[in-house]
């Protein structure tokens, strides 16, 4: 059982992100920073979510000493298409209309800021979409969040309740956050 002896601060506005943390028994608080989510071109989706993490978490690094600061990054990749946060409705309909019937990756990546110390690791789950009709893509974008989730979706939601036929990996990375990965993580230090 991991014993938290230092305070966590989540340095993400997800509420899933929160909801998966409350879910391990952390005591943590929430502190936002708004940080540039660009990446230099040439890095595998792995690569991205990596360097965002960290990227996120060198805008907290002189800030909670003493502290755990946990940053995150979530891409869908597509065929090696990187499928970010959709800019609008028609955005999210091309992106889900991609994903219906097929397979694609979902990479989280994740940082541990502590003690002038840097972990940084990602997981990667495959997900497998059924053929969705474009009506019930449009309903899903009618009646649900979906520009705040890389891929334009949340597994969490109807559409994973009702399109995700299996999953090769952590269902929680497909949330935004490896938990048993991070808790091996918290366990270490």
């Known amino acids: 059982m991991y014993t938290q002896s230092l305070p966590i601060i989540l340095a993400s506005k997800s509420p899933r992100r929160q909801e998966l943390l409350k879910l391990m028994d952390l005591d943590f608080e929430v502190v936002l920073k708004e940080v540039d989510e660009s990446y230099p071109e040439g890095l595998s989706p792995a690569e991205i979510a990596v360097y965002i993490a960290e990227k996120k978490a060198a805008a907290f690094r002189d800030d909670f000493e003493g502290s755990i600061v946990i940053t995150a990054d979530t891409i869908v990749a597509y065929e090696q298409e990187i499928l970010g946060k959709p800019e609008n409705a028609e955005h999210a309909l091309a992106m889900l209309t991609k994903l219906s019937g ?5 990479y989280t990546g994740v940082s541990l800021c502590y003690a002038d110390q840097l972990l940084s690791f990602y997981d990667v789950t495959e997900v497998y979409f059924k053929e969705l009709s474009q009506s019930q893509i449009q309903y899903y974008i009618d ?17 994973g309740m009702v399109a995700v036929e299996k999953i090769a990996g952590s269902y929680t990375n497909v949330m935004g956050l490896p938990t048993e990965k991070l808790y091996a ?3 270490a230090i």
């Open 185 to 187: 993580a918290l366990s």
């Open 143 to 159: 009646n649900y969040n979906p520009y705040d989730k890389a891929g334009a979706y949340g597994v969490q939601d109807w559409i």
């Open 102 to 106: 097929s397979r694609h990756e979902v």
